[in-house]
Nanobody, 121 residues
Framework: QVQLVESGGGLVQPGGSLRLSCAAS????????MAWYRQAPGKQRELVAD???????NYRDSVKGRFTISRDNAKNTVYLQMDSLSLEDTAVYYC???????????????WGQGTQVTVSS
């Protein structure tokens, strides 16, 4: 059984930092792109940042220069370093991984359970 387990969320003051981690475990043949999404109350889930297996990254405009996505392929883990956090960053953050479970399987998207990030003074 494949799992994505997130950690690192919490309560932080405006201007503070948090680092999220998401580790994939189970029988996995290959992980392609990995990404972080977030969903604030009453809003749709939105893409925050993604990273290809080769390390190419993309960010939504509102987090550029403040957030950094990275991955450790040996550990099947993706990270999101979040700096200069603002009230608008408050949301549940989800990781997503595009994975093949065996060599002939299709690529499917898998989700973590989410981790709460609250920015408040």
């Amino acid at each position: 059984q494949v799992q994505l387990v997130e950690s690192g969320g919490g309560l932080v003051q405006p201007g503070g930092s948090l680092r999220l981690s998401c580790a994939a475990s189970g029988s996995i043949f290959r992980i392609n792109a990995m990404a972080w999404y977030r969903q604030a109350p009453g809003k749709q889930r939105e893409l925050v940042a993604d990273i290809s297996s080769g390390g190419n990254t993309n960010y939504r405009d509102s987090v550029k220069g403040r957030f950094t996505i990275s991955r450790d392929n040996a550990k099947n883990t993706v990270y999101l370093q979040m700096d200069s956090l603002s009230l608008e960053d408050t949301a549940v953050y989800y990781c997503n991984a595009q994975m093949m479970l065996y060599s002939l399987s299709p690529v499917r998207g898998y989700w973590g359970q989410g981790t709460q990030v609250t920015v408040s003074s």
